[in-house]
């Protein structure tokens, strides 16, 4: 059984940094595609960092520059530094996993909910300016 927790979010103002974590036990990091989403008030979630197998990572547009997906393998924790934040980055973040057997380039950030097979509750970001 996998099982995806993302620790704590938090607050910055506009131009600041923030780490969020995601704890996810059973040895997914190197069975599953990972990826970070978020869901802004009123809009639809959305994939913004992918990771593959390989530690291959890629980004949504509106976050690239900005945004920096990585993982420790011994920690089971995936990690998504944010820094250069701007309001529009608020919103809740969710972590998710995918046994896919191809991870590709656009697979997390054209993925819709029930395309991933594990989720966190999601944790709050919220950025003021």
């Known amino acids: 059984q996998v099982k995806v927790v993302e620790p704590g979010g938090g607050s910055a103002q506009t131009g600041g940094s923030l780490t969020l974590s995601c704890v996810a036990s059973g040895s997914v990091y190197s069975k599953y595609c990972m990826g970070w989403f978020r869901q802004a008030p009123g809009a639809e979630r959305e994939g913004v960092a992918r990771l593959d197998r390989d530690g291959r990572a890629t980004y949504a547009d509106s976050v690239k520059g900005r945004f920096t997906v990585s993982k420790d393998k011994a920690k089971e924790t995936l990690y998504l530094q944010m820094v250069g934040l701007k309001p529009e980055d608020t919103g809740m973040y969710y972590c998710?996993?995918?046994?896919?057997?191809?991870?590709?380039?656009?697979?997390?950030?054209?993925?819709?909910?029930?395309?991933?097979?594990?989720w966190g509750k999601g944790t709050l970001v919220t950025i003021s300016s």
């Open positions: 998710a996993a995918d046994a896919a057997l191809v991870c590709g380039p656009q697979y997390v950030l054209q993925a819709t909910v029930a395309g991933m097979d594990y």
